[in-house]
């Protein structure tokens, strides 16, 4: 279906994409930020403090993180191939790289690398694979923040049983609300991006009003709905595999800490982890709020620091063997990776 005349706005590329992240203050606050988180682990560090985190993660543990991270790729792939009906095959090969690329690129440049990688190997036009990219994170904010929430009614209310099911449910249809209706909801943000532009006349907020006014059109005429109701269902059981894993990690090295703690933990990690202000490895605001969180419950700062770093580590890892194993697989199938 072809946008209506009215409705036409020049289709974004990823020179735009590249324009947009091309901010000097921008990349100043990042390298800044990059430089004082890096400063913050060296400090805080101790070597006695990690082999003992260390000696906490099992080989029973490790394997089960390892197929719950290697599962949220799996369904990343699939969420990939439900938005562009592009050959699955070929859907594992960019999350694959993507992966790779996130854990050595800082400062979020993967998502950079993805759009590369979507216009290559799935066919799409550079405008589509910045939409999905744009889409793909507002999907993942959107359900973070709602799993944010119930991680709060659970760590602070000591719900249990009956209530919590009810609870997960209920922001399970809010989140689902949210995502079909994300047409409308991106209308109400260009209104209020359109106004601050206005009254502050700031380029980068110009950019924004740019990038979301795409990113509606293409969500109202280029997705069906069950493009969008498919995307929702695999993208929230890709939040629940990686939120298991990292509420298993978290619980295992920091063991006075309740479950239901670990996994506000953990999702306030991934919260504070949006921030695109990483170093190489994607080290950053992750780990320290993770870290300074952690001192609130008790743990020693130093234990605190290291479980962030081998919480990371560990994500690290298996995104680099999965990259290894699709690269080694194709390479198998005669295909260059």
């Given at each position: 279906?072809?946008?209506?005349?009215?409705?036409?706005?020049?289709?974004?590329?990823?020179?735009?994409?590249?324009?947009?992240?091309?901010?000097?203050?921008?990349?100043?606050?990042?390298?800044?930020?990059?430089?004082?988180?890096?400063?913050?682990?060296?400090?805080?560090?101790?070597?006695?403090?990690?082999?003992?985190?260390?000696q906490a993660l099992t080989p029973r543990l490790l394997v089960i993180v390892a197929l719950l991270i290697s599962i949220n790729g799996l369904l990343d792939a699939i969420w990939m191939t439900v938005i562009t009906r592009a050959p699955q095959?070929?859907?594992?090969?960019?999350?694959?790289?993507?992966?790779?690329?996130?854990?050595?690129?800082?400062?979020?440049?993967?998502?950079?690398?993805?759009?590369?990688?979507?216009?290559?190997?799935?066919?799409?036009?550079?405008?589509?694979?910045v939409f999905v990219t744009l889409y793909h994170r507002l999907q993942d904010f959107i359900i973070v923040s709602l799993m944010l929430l119930l991680s709060l009614l659970v760590a602070r209310t000591q719900l249990g049983g009956v209530p919590v099911l009810v609870a997960a449910l209920l922001i399970l249809l809010m989140m689902g609300v949210v995502c079909g209706n994300l047409g409308r909801l991106l209308g109400v943000l260009a209104a209020l991006v359109l106004r601050l532009q206005r009254r502050f006349h700031h380029r980068w907020l110009r950019q924004v009003l740019t990038q979301v006014l795409h990113v509606r059109i293409w969500y109202r005429h280029r997705l069906t709905r069950?493009?969008?109701?498919?995307?929702?269902?695999?993208?929230?059981?890709?939040?629940?595999?990686?939120?298991?894993?990292?509420?298993?990690?978290?619980?295992?090295l920091a063991t006075q800490v309740s479950a239901g703690d670990s996994f506000l933990l953990a999702n306030a990690y991934v919260y504070f982890g949006i921030v695109p202000?990483?170093?190489?490895?994607?080290?950053?605001?992750?780990?320290?709020?993770?870290?300074?969180?952690?001192?609130?419950?008790?743990?020693?700062?130093?234990?605190?620091?290291?479980?962030?770093?081998?919480?990371?580590?560990?994500?690290?890892?298996?995104?680099?063997?999965?990259?290894?194993?699709?690269?080694?697989?194709?390479w198998l199938r005669g295909q260059r990776a």
């Open positions: 279906m072809n946008e209506p005349a009215s409705q036409a706005a020049p289709a974004p590329s990823l020179a735009s994409a590249l324009r947009f992240l091309d901010h000097r203050n921008a990349w100043w606050a990042a390298a800044l930020g990059t430089l004082a988180m890096l400063a913050f682990f060296v400090l805080t560090l101790d070597a006695g403090a990690v082999h003992d985190a260390w095959s070929q859907s594992y090969r960019v999350v694959a790289w993507h992966m790779m690329m996130s854990s050595v690129l800082p400062a979020r440049l993967g998502d950079v690398g993805l759009m590369v990688c979507m216009h290559r190997w799935l066919a799409q036009p550079p405008a589509r694979a069950r493009q969008v109701l498919w995307s929702f269902v695999v993208i929230v059981l890709r939040w629940v595999t990686i939120l298991a894993a990292l509420t298993l990690v978290i619980r295992s202000v990483q170093s190489i490895g994607g080290f950053g605001s992750g780990e320290a709020g993770l870290a300074w969180m952690l001192t609130h419950y008790g743990v020693p700062l130093a234990h605190a620091s290291a479980v962030g770093l081998l919480l990371r580590l560990s994500i690290n890892l298996v995104h680099m063997v999965l990259w290894a194993l699709v690269v080694a697989l194709l």
